[in-house]
Structures are given as C-alpha cells and as structure tokens.
C-alpha cells in the first residue's frame, strides 16, 4: 500500500463529490453529497426563476461540511495535496471581511461563513438572463467574431464577465461591498487555503474577460491577462489569474485542527470541470471526447486557436501555451431523463428501445430543446422533420410512437453534435479516438447510437 493520497473534489451542478487516489491514479474512496438533500429547495441543484439559474453558495459551502464528516480521517491524515474541479462560469461574491481567513475549528465551516457572502445565489451556467450585458459587449468589441479572437468565445449568457455586469447594474451597494469574486472552481479551493485562491487561466478563459493569446506574446503565464485593465474595480475584485498548475500554498489551520489533514497538504489551483475532464482522460490532439453528463460536452485538445463565432476556445489546462475548443449543450442528461420519464420507462427499457428501433430505417429527425440551448444559442422548442420519397425534409405533424420519438431524439442529440464539431473545424473523418465519458457513458446502447453517429471504425477506438 502506497503512503501519499491525493484528494479531488468536484463542486458539479447536481453534487459535491471527492476521490481519492494513490500515486499510481488508481481510486481509494469516493464519497458524495447532493445538493437536493441539503436543505436549500433546490431542484437538481439549481433554483430557477425564468432564465434566471442560480445556487445558493451557502449551500455549496455546507456541502463541504457534511462532506468532510463522512471522510475516512486515515485518508485524510495522508493526503499530500488537494485540487478541485467547478461547474463552469458560476461566480461566488466574497464579502469584504476576514471570515475566511480566521476560520474557526470549532465551528462549521456554514457557521464561520454565514456573513461572508455579498450575493446570496451564485449564478451558474445554466444562466441565459444577461443578454443585453452580451450584446453590449459584442458591440464594444466589433462584433461577434472580434470578441472571440480576443476571449475565445464571442458573449455567451452564462459566461462570468456578463454575471458580474449584472449584478453591478441591478444591487451597486452589494457589489460595492465585495471584495473578491472567485469562479466556483476557485471558490472550492479558497476554502482550503483560508484565502483567496487565483482563477486559473483554463477556467478563467471561460469569462469573456480573458486574453487567450497574452500567453503566446512573451507573457510567460505571467502578469494580469485581462482583456481590458481599465475597470480596474473589476479587475482587482477578480485578482491575478494563474497556470492551471500552480500550487498555492498548504491547508489552513482549520482543516489540520478539524478534520487532521497534515499541516504540509498543498492546495493546487483549482480548473472547470470540462479543462479537469480534458486533462484527466490526457487527450491529444485528433481525439474528440464527448462528455455525458447535465450539460453534454464535446471537447477537443489544440495545438492553436482559430475562435469562431460559434463554440469556445479554452486555455488547455495541461499547459498554458496551447488550447482546448468546447461545445457545450444544454439539453444533456437531464432532457434525455425527461424522456425516459415521459413513457415511465426504466434505462434498461429505454436502451432496449435504442438498440431495437436504430435497426430500422426510421427517416426521422428530431431537435428536441426543452431547455433554451447554449449551442445553437438560446434555441428552444421540438422539431420533428420526415425525409419524402423525393429526399426533402418536411415537417411531421402526426403525433411520433413512443419508439420514433426515443431514436430520432437521441439521434437527433448526436447528429447536431457532429455537425457542430465539423463546422468548429474538426474533421470527423480524420478523427483518431472518440471518447465518451461522463454518467450517461455506462450506457451501452448510447455509446453504440454515437459511434454508428460519428462512423467511428476500425481505425478510431470508442474508450468508455
Ligand atoms: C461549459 C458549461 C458546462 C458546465 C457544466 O461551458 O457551461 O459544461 O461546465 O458544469
């Protein structure tokens, strides 16, 4: 048995989950909390209100407290460092205050932060209510395009700079009174620290306020990489983003004194959830991974970034000086659950459906976006198309069978997908592995509907 453990955490948008692993990666313990069994009302561990999506941050803080109650203290005793992993473009606004740094043993961490938070509900990435902050920014910018050469991604409704514009417009006080904002990522690990933790560069280029290139230009991963560092209110409320990799000091007092973590446990900066699965799985370029999960993702390792209108480039947290592209759906898991649910099937039985009907020639095509997507942007409602006998697409009227409806559906979810990564500028045809991972992975007959989607044969490997 090896001595040295590693601990990471994931503050998802459903849970807060950590693993443990040995310096051979190989998993020790896995332990999770759900948000919707703390008691906040939250419903898949989120509140909505319109195109409003937020969470409250108390609630992921408490998370951590029940969490922590539930770990093995030998493991604990013998983790050498600590990471986390975030939903991404959420943002927590710290009240100015030394409740961080004085965390108190004694107390829950909840107890010790109660007052700690200028904005109650961190919005999160579920978020489309800041549509006019975007446009305002596009149009300061030159448009889509040149926002996207500069940040990586033309306005996206959820990402962070947009949140922050909004709640300075709609409660100045509040945000005149905070100090710092971290992204949830450098939320998590600002908990470990009793200080505030940097945004690293990788999750950070998730905000439309970071130069993706500053790296390129003898910056050096060095000095502040914020597009513009004339609202410096905002600038200093961000602070000074870092290398995904950086290791920002050891564990407070709080967690040796409370839950007998070594004084000497480093606390690494924290990433996004998508850069920490890109890093994770060690993809490389030629490979495409698509990731299952609430949001469905498809991510891609790049050499260099060519930003479109459409689809972001993210800095690779593997390495500062080159780049990850990532299309992000909106209409993941929770939309194919809801089908499932509509027929009060079980997974097996809706699979069973999956694997039986794909068999058949169906000439259906389904858009189903229950919730306003992010790719195509803010699209929402149910298409249904039939091929004719003269090969033309018209639309279906009739009400679909439960089998139609299932395969064209989950058809449907993957077609767009690979149409969206050829017009990203990634060729299918010249793809070298296709990776699928996240929860809804384990299903087999999923997995199988994707490949036969993206032709994966001989020569490409589906890794589940
Ligand atoms: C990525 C995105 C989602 C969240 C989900 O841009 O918005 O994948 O990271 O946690």
Sequence with gaps: MTEDIYLGLDLSTQQLKAIFIDDTLKVIDCQAVRFDDLDYETTDGYIQQGNEVGAPTLMFVEAFDVLFSKLNKDLLSRTKAISASGQQHGSVYWRESDSLKNLDPSKTLKDSLVDSFTKANSPIWMDSSTTEFCEKMEKAFGGKLALAKATGSS????????????????????????????????????????????????????????????GQKNQKNSGNRWIDEKPAKICAKLGVPKPSNTVCGTVHDYWTKRFGIGSSCQVVAATGDNPSSLAGLRLRPGDLCLSLGTSDTV?????????????????????????MGLLCYKNGSLTREAVKNKYSLSWDEFSAILTSGKSRSLNLMQINLPLAEITPSNKLGRWIYEVDDSSEFVEVERELTMEEDIVSFIEGQFLAKRFHVEKFGFQTSKMSRLIVTGGASKNKALVQTIADIFQVIKSANIIE
């Design 155 to 214: 306005a996206y409704e959820r990402f962070t700079i947009h949140q922050i514009a909004k709640f300075a417009a709609q409660n100045p006080e509040d945000y005149k009174n905070t100090e710092r904002i971290s992204l949830i990522s450098s939320f998590a690990v600002s908990l470990f620290l009793g200080d505030y933790a940097p945004i690293d560069f990788s999750d950070g280029s998730g905000m439309n306020f970071l130069n993706i290139s500053a």
């Design 299 to 323: 991510m891609l390792s790049l050499d260099s970034a060519d930003p479109q209108s459409q689809g972001h480039i993210f800095i690779n947290p593997l390495d500062s000086e080159k780049y």
